[in-house]
């Protein structure tokens, strides 16, 4: 069996399906390479299909009609988007884009739509990962009525920390993945202005600082107090 082809049944919700269910699907997946800020599908397109993250690093967001973004989920390599093409027959209502090259396994609706009428187990682990990400968005909407700009820039590097985080040897985490302040301010609903100003104070606190377009957790708890949240685990993040 081909490798790269062996690697789409990797993620928990295509483990669930057959041995006969995982050979169709194997035959019916292509890759897609796609380039930095390349728009993979847009708000009003038709679901055609779901995706895989092979590599890369991929934006989920909402645009207002005056061109406001805001971000609703970062996606990284292993990670499955694109899913509400599989139980809502309406069209498109966010934006995937690219924030680096990427390669995409694509996932034909129509196939997937089959094998939730005939694989019960696919069908329960795609329903669990959907009420996840529901949770996600339901924290967001509480971040946005409840945190200021502080707090949510404070609780999305927690998140990120338990998601991305590599633990260096002076006890600090950095976080891998680089986004520019506009993306962060993309996550927290906010101006790139203001995003800048929290940042730095973050930094002239000691808080965090920067490495690159990297940045590092110097003081968890801090940020912690800030976000108003408990500790998350790596796999609470």
Request: hydrophobic share 40%.
């Amino acid at each position: 069996m081909d490798a790269a082809k062996a690697e789409l049944i990797s993620h928990r919700v295509l483990l669930a399906l057959s041995e006969a269910a995982q050979q169709t699907l194997r035959e019916v997946a292509h890759r897609r390479r796609v380039r930095r800020s390349e728009i993979i599908y847009s708000a009003g397109q038709p679901g055609e299909a779901a995706y895989l993250i092979r590599r890369g690093r991929i934006k989920i967001s909402r645009l207002s009609s005056d061109g406001r973004e805001i971000t609703l989920c970062l996606c990284y390599s292993g990670d499955f988007f694109g899913e509400e093409a599989l139980v809502c027959s309406t069209p498109r209502a966010c934006q995937a884009q690219a924030l680096e090259e990427c390669s995409l396994y694509v996932l034909p609706s129509a196939v997937l739509q089959r094998l939730l009428h005939t694989e019960a187990a696919f069908a329960a682990a795609l329903a669990t990962m959907i009420g996840e990400r529901r949770e996600r968005v339901e924290d967001q909407v509480e971040d946005l009525a409840f945190r200021d700009v502080g707090g949510r820039l404070a609780r999305l590097l927690i998140v990120l920390s338990a998601e991305q985080g590599m633990s260096q040897a002076n006890g600090h985490t950095l976080l891998n993945t680089r986004l520019t302040h506009q993306e962060l301010a993309n996550c927290v609903g906010t101006t790139r202005e203001t995003l800048t100003l929290m940042i730095d104070r973050f930094k002239a606190d000691g808080w965090i600082r920067l490495e690159g377009r990297m940045i590092a957790i110097c003081q968890p708890d801090a940020l912690h107090d800030r976000a108003g949240v408990a500790r998350l685990s790596r796999d609470e993040g």
